[in-house]
């Protein structure tokens, strides 16, 4: 029997020895998280034990744990000068953490960086001490020493979540400066705040998607596709982004990679109409019509108020000359979007092309009620006018639509006194 319980005896303290070992290498590694998982796994009453789990836990800034192991170790064998040393290290930091946090909190902030600053070299490996430095130079609006202070307490012990998030609430906070300029169109001013996001948090994929919408706007469509496609290796399922990115690469002329986004995107929600339609205004460029007539059919049945895919297959039946099929199709999608204003000035040039020139006036007059000012109504309200004899509403037509860059040349050339004479030369 007593050799039982000796075997026993050996057998329970080499396991205790292996477990404390291993614990020991994992915190050697700097591996404290796993090295906290086999702590709590595997206790064991010794002094040895408790003193690895004070370490541990110090270096996780969990001060309170880490006081409960060491004052365990202690209890265990209170002779232990080194336990001593430890307990005195830890009140010193508790107590000048305390001491610098009691400064802040009374808005002596400058103070409170000055003390803590010198607390960075008496606990240069504990990462609380950078985190508080970071807190109070934010407190102090200075964010660039914020960062590189919570950077520090990230590097020391990344498995705090707190330290990265405040990275990431600053980085936040200049996305939402920039979200604000982007929104009046100061993009050079957005560009900054977005850059300045990046530059706090390297891996912020909102911050890349941002900037990729600005060069985007300003027509910088490489640039733009770098950001996003940067933004994407984080974020990889974004089907809005893996659509701007295909918008990009549309506008670039390179449509296998623009098609490639495309389906990527609807792989991840086949229902996103904005992408279909560009898959067929693709299809449409490279003259494959039944192709692009499949791909609107099947936008309509998901949305039957997505105007712009009726006018598309109106567009490309007029440009077939099949023009009652236009007028079909045209009439329809006004039945589910009466208060479209593409579509009515698309159904005024169709019109104008039959000839039907008081039912193009009502569709380009019925458009401006919606949207004033709006260029291609005006040209066909134009039209219409001047092949009805209504010169003076012709040239205000005209005039009001060579305002618009897009519509300048053809506007202009009908208001050419030679030209105007000959379409009107039937007039009484």
Do not use: W
Not at 180 to 197: C, G, I, T, V
């Amino acid at each position: 029997m007593k050799n039982i319980s000796l075997i026993l005896f050996i057998i329970i303290n080499l396991l205790y020895s292996d477990s404390l070992v291993n614990i020991q290498n994992l915190y050697d590694r700097n591996d404290f998280i796993n090295a906290k998982v086999m702590l709590e796994d595997d206790p064991f009453d010794s002094s040895e034990y408790f003193y690895l789990g004070y370490q541990i836990y110090l270096k996780l800034d969990d001060l309170n744990k880490s006081n409960e192991f060491l004052q365990k170790a202690i209890e265990i064998n209170p002779d232990s000068e080194e336990y001593s040393d430890a307990a005195d290290f830890l009140s010193e930091l508790i107590n000048d953490l305390k001491n610098t946090n009691k400064t802040l909190t009374s808005g002596y902030v400058d103070e409170a960086i000055a003390e803590i600053n010198k607390l960075t070299s008496k606990y240069s490996s504990n990462a609380i001490v950078y985190y508080r430095l970071g807190y109070a130079y934010k407190t102090n609006d200075d964010y660039d020493n914020a960062v590189i202070y919570f950077r520090k307490a990230v590097e020391l012990n990344p498995y705090e979540e707190s330290y990265r998030q405040e990275i990431t609430n600053l980085a936040n906070m200049e996305i939402l400066k920039g979200k604000d300029f982007y929104s009046r169109k100061e993009y050079m001013e957005a560009l900054q705040h977005f850059n300045k996001a990046l530059e706090y948090d390297p891996e912020n994929s909102s911050a890349m998607f941002r900037l990729g919408n600005i060069y985007f706007a300003i027509k910088d469509y490489l640039k733009a596709s770098e950001y996003l496609e940067k933004g994407l290796l984080y974020q990889g399922n974004n089907y809005k982004v893996l659509y701007m990115l295909g918008r990009c690469y549309s506008a670039l002329s390179d449509t296998d990679k623009a098609l490639e986004a495309y389906d990527k995107a609807l792989s991840f929600n086949p229902m996103y109409t904005k992408a279909i339609f560009e898959k067929s205004k693709i299809y449409k460029s490279m003259g494959d019509i039944d192709r692009t007539k499949s791909l609107l059919s099947d936008l309509i049945d998901l949305d039957s108020k997505f105007s712009k895919a009726y006018e598309l297959l109106v567009d490309i039946e007029i440009q077939s000359k099949n023009y009652l099929e236009a007028q079909k199709i045209g009439e329809k999608a006004l039945i589910a979007n009466p208060k479209s204003y593409s579509l009515l000035a698309r159904m005024a040039s169709l019109y104008n092309e039959l000839n039907n020139y008081d039912k193009a006036k009502t569709s380009a007059k019925e458009s401006l009620k919606i949207k004033r000012k709006y260029a291609p109504a005006l040209f066909e309200l134009g039209v219409a006018e001047l092949n009805t004899c209504n010169k003076l509403a012709a040239k205000e037509a005209f005039n009001g639509a060579k305002r618009d860059r897009s519509y300048r040349k053809a506007a202009s050339d009908y208001l050419k006194p030679e030209n105007f004479e000959y379409y009107t030369k039937d007039c009484n």
